[in-house]
Every structure is written in C-alpha cells, then in structure tokens.
C-alpha cells in the first residue's frame, strides 16, 4: 500500500507543473495591472515553460470519476480575463 506522499500526485513532475500552473493562473488574472509589453514578455516565458511542465506529466489513469472536475468556467470569469487580454 502506498503512502500518501509515494502516491503519483506528489511526484516532482506533478509538483513542478502545479507550481508553474499556479504562477501562470496568477499572472493571467493579474493582467490588468500589467503594462501591455511586460505582459506579453511574461507569457512568451510562461506559455513555453508551462507546456514544457505539463509534457512531463505522467499518463492519467482511471481513477477519477467523471463528476470528479467541474466542466465549465463561469461566465463571468472568462469574461473578466478575455477583457483583460483584450485591452
């Protein structure tokens, strides 16, 4: 039986991609306080190195039930970010 800590979630890989998927939530939801070249130099970094996290992720089992992670974003918050983006 595995220990909470041996189990898959908390692998390096997994770690180092929740920890650039955090950074990059952040920085998308604090675009408004971003002058727009410093933004778009952030995410030529960000979008590279998340991609990069996210390849090393290990293959998904089934384990999960499909009710398990929300299918939608609200509209509100898409919309406050796709604003954002857009100015």
Same mark, same amino acid.
């Given at each position: 039986?595995?220990?909470? $800590?041996?189990?898959?979630?908390?692998?390096?890989?997994?770690? *180092?991609?929740?920890?650039?998927?955090?950074?990059?939530?952040?920085? %998308?939801?604090?675009? =408004?306080? $971003?002058?727009?070249? *410093? $933004?778009?130099?952030?995410?030529?970094?960000?979008?590279?190195?998340?991609? %990069?996290?996210?390849?090393?992720? =290990?293959? =998904?089992?089934?384990?999960?039930?499909?009710? $398990?992670? *929300?299918?939608?974003?609200?509209? *509100?918050?898409?919309?406050?970010?796709?604003?954002?983006?857009?100015?």
């Amino acid at each position: 039986m595995q220990t909470d $800590f041996e189990h898959p979630v908390y692998s390096k890989n997994v770690l *180092e991609f929740v920890t650039v998927a955090k950074e990059f939530c952040a920085w %998308l939801e604090g675009t =408004p306080s $971003f002058p727009r070249r *410093e $933004f778009v130099e952030t995410g030529r970094m960000m979008l590279p190195l998340l991609y %990069l996290k996210a390849s090393g992720l =290990p293959k =998904p089992g089934t384990m999960l039930e499909d009710d $398990f992670l *929300e299918k939608f974003v609200a509209e *509100e918050e898409y919309q406050q970010i796709l604003n954002a983006v857009l100015v």
